[in-house]
């Protein structure tokens, strides 16, 4: 479990975050969520240490990231996996040498062990007989099946992906989602995702943080989200298309014709084609 | 006020670069990889500039020494002393900023614009005693040996120079390299070459690992790298010949 506390980081005198405070639950895949400059990815950096927060605590089951020596950082940076926005795979070395990388700095097992590891890892994100090919003769989504191999390969209890599924493909992204929400349920971790994928938040989304402007706006889970009674949140969900019928589905519930018990999975497949929505219920 | 933070940020990145190594074995590869790319990646173009700025250095000198009271072992002597003193570590290592210079700060640019420096970061693992000293050091070993090389290779194109241009002989100009040999001179040209080793991979590493933006941000480090390395390259050159000599 990760808890953040009262979370607040400033550069150059303007406020990036200000005052969080939320919970990252073990087990579970986390995201959070928000528009583009609301903080996210500052919060994600400032959760793995990588900038240094101006005041708050963040603590990893019980142990405070803030107050850490160097030598329990690097310690603690040993149990975190992480995945990147562009992969950040490393250039010069093959799919094979990017995830047998973090076994060679950190372990002292022999080839044959590291090796075996490699190749289950490969296996499990559906990439072998990819070993010898370099990031640059692969696509992007198995460059984002190879970074999360990499992070995974020290079975970490924390994983962080940071806009796992930016610049794939729907069906792409729908795979990625599907093995980081496995993964996280096999190896029992404390998974953060940021995004601002509404697939992914309906999909995946154990617990959601959603930021407005450096701020928490609204915490809950998937099937919470479309029944959420903050204007922002909702401007920035309905904003797509699809869920479109969400939005009518919200309406229904307002007037008691729907519950918000219902399977939303099943919802969001049907696109609420099973309801009859005229133009009355349609109107506020 | 931007000087003063650039030396700042600069030595605070020399003395991170101080700590124990995750793994020895791996720090000892990157050390090996970096020794290769820098010494015999330039292996090519440090023979190629050697040999030509020798045979120019021996047919200009020729030119200009019209007297017939000097004999010609005097070209031999002042080809081999200018090779020697400042040809081989200062105009090798001028254009080592470029080739070497350019693909450090390029590699960690690169590298710190695609996160791979974050992730290794992440990894827990001391970046810039990862990266940035294995440059260091693997310049440290290879450029002076390149100096060394430099010199041998344009002392033996000046002799190339005279004897297929009808200048001089070649025993002719073997005798006049062993006239008034100064040792102390090639030991100067290798505490030039051990400085602007340093130089050169310090100050690439430096703008390179410090790179914020995208590829224009890294062509520019690139640059400012290369400029700021052969400016101090020469800086240090007169100062070490005030020095020294």
């Not at chain 1, 607040?8 to 919970?23: G, H, P, T």
């Not at chain 1, 087990?27 to 950096?45: P, R």
């Not at chain 1, 040993?78 to 047998?100: C, H, P, R, W, Y």
Request: charged share 25%; with cysteine; proline share 2%.
């Amino acid at each position: 479990m990760i808890e953040i506390k009262n979370v607040s980081k400033s550069f150059d005198d303007k406020e990036i975050l200000k005052n969080i405070s939320a919970v990252m639950e073990t087990g579970k895949t986390n995201l959070i969520i928000g528009t583009s400059g609301s903080g996210k990815t500052v919060l994600q950096k400032c959760m793995v240490g990588l900038f240094e927060v101006d005041s708050g605590d963040i603590i990893f089951d019980g142990k405070d990231l803030t107050t850490m020596s160097e030598e329990d950082r690097k310690e603690l940076r040993q149990q975190i996996g992480m995945l990147f926005q562009g992969s950040a795979l490393f250039d010069s070395m093959t799919v094979e040498q990017n995830v047998k990388f973090p076994l060679d700095m950190f372990t002292k097992w022999n080839h044959q062990k590291k090796m075996d590891r490699v190749n289950d890892v490969l296996e499990r994100v559906e990439l072998k007989g990819t070993n010898k090919k370099y990031p640059a003769e692969i696509s992007g989504g198995m460059k984002k099946r190879v970074g999360i191999a990499r992070a995974i390969v020290l079975k970490p209890k924390y994983l962080f992906c940071d806009e796992p599924n930016s610049g794939l493909d729907p069906q792409t992204s729908m795979v990625i989602d599907k093995l980081i929400h496995e993964i996280t349920k096999e190896n029992n971790m404390t998974t953060v995702i940021n995004t601002h994928d509404m697939n992914s938040v309906m999909e995946i989304g154990e617990n959601i943080l959603y930021l407005y402007q450096g701020k928490k706006e609204w915490e809950g889970n998937n099937k919470e989200i479309i029944f959420n009674k903050s204007a922002r949140l909702n401007e920035f969900i309905f904003a797509s298309e699809f869920l479109k019928d969400a939005k009518d589905m919200r309406m229904l519930e307002e007037k008691g014709i729907i519950d918000n018990d219902r399977n939303m999975e099943q919802i969001m497949r049907d696109g609420g084609s099973n309801l009859v929505i005229g133009d009355e219920d349609r109107k506020e | 006020m931007k000087l003063f933070s650039s030396i700042g940020a600069y030595l605070l990145m020399m003395k991170g670069m101080f700590t124990k190594p995750e793994n020895l074995k791996m720090y000892w590869k990157e050390l090996m990889h970096q020794s290769a790319e820098i010494g015999i990646g330039s292996l090519g173009i440090v023979a190629v500039i050697s040999v030509f700025m020798g045979a120019v250095s021996a047919v200009q000198t020729a030119y200009q020494l019209t007297s017939p009271i000097l004999p010609k072992e005097t070209i031999s002597q002042i080809v081999r002393d200018t090779v020697i003193l400042e040809f081989a570590p200062t105009l090798v290592c001028i254009v080592l900023a470029g080739v070497v210079g350019s693909k450090i700060a390029g590699e960690l640019g690169n590298m710190r614009v695609s996160e791979q420096i974050d992730a290794l970061e992440i990894m827990g693992i001391n970046t810039k005693s990862y990266l940035v000293a294995p440059k260091i050091l693997g310049a440290l070993i290879t450029i002076p040996l390149l100096v060394i090389l430099a010199m041998v290779l344009g002392i033996w194109g000046g002799r190339l120079a005279g004897s297929l241009g009808g200048i001089l002989s070649a025993d002719t100009y073997d005798r006049g390299l062993l006239e008034n040999f100064v040792p102390k001179n090639v030991w100067f040209a290798l505490v030039k070459a051990y400085t602007f080793a340093f130089i050169i991979s310090s100050v690439s590493s430096f703008y390179g690992y410090n790179v914020k933006g995208g590829a224009l941000e890294i062509g520019r480090a690139s640059t400012i790298a290369v400029i700021t390395s052969c400016i101090l390259i020469l800086f240090a050159d007169y100062l070490l010949a005030f020095f020294i000599l």
